[in-house]
């Protein structure tokens, strides 16, 4: 069955390089990323968990805990970790999941039915502390993941979970909000006392209210 936003992430126990995975137990009262891979020793995989390894504090900072997946056994992990480090300059420091019998992929629907050998597509799912579903995003082989790009949605979506905000396009951290549209001006006036600029009576934009005042300035 397809995994909607809003639906709570599949639970499972898995081995992964850093030992036994209780899903929902490890990701605690976090928010968590789960990204899946093919296989192992693919060269595009290969650049990605190097590219999450070394933004893996900027993942920290925001509460978010990282772990890929793939369909080989923790043995073959281990072996792909020693090649990530060699050719990516950085180590694995963060769980890969073995999914041999691909049970975590099928709960996911992360099967590529296009395959001869059904591997799993790359997918990628942004969890919440509630273990519900608020993105997720599927690439084709031939095409490397932005993790930059992960990180600037994550900075939306835990704003606009606290906040009545959303982001424009483009929006990074630090930038102009946009007042939801289904707050009138009276409600918006309670939550943002300091005004707000319209350039519609739908489109009001506020500072992001994530960053303090003295910054902002």
Known sequence: MTLRLGDVAPDFTA??????IRFHDWIGDDWAVLFSHPKDFTPVCTTELGAVAKLKGE???????????????????????????????????????????????????????????????????????????????????????????LLRVLDSLKLTSTKS?????????????IILASLSDEQAKEKFPDGWRAERPYLRYVPDPSVPAERAS
Not at 15 to 20: R, V
Request: proline share 3%.
């Open 15 to 20: 081995e992964s390089t850093q030992g036994e």
């Open 59 to 149: 993942f920290d900072r925001r509460g978010v805990k990282v772990v890929g997946l793939s369909v080989d056994g923790v043995e073959d992990h281990e072996g792909w970790s020693r090649d990530i480090e060699a050719t990516q300059g950085v180590a694995l420091n963060f769980p890969l999941i073995a999914d041999k019998g691909k049970a975590i992929a099928e709960a996911y629907d992360m099967l590529d039915q296009t395959s001869e050998t059904t591997q799993t597509v790359r997918s990628v799912f942004v969890i919440d502390n509630a273990k519900k579903i608020r993105l997720s995003l599927t690439y084709p082989a031939s095409t490397g993941r932005n993790f930059d790009e």
């Open 165 to 177: 905000v959303a982001t424009p396009a483009n929006w990074k951290q630090g930038e102009d909000v």
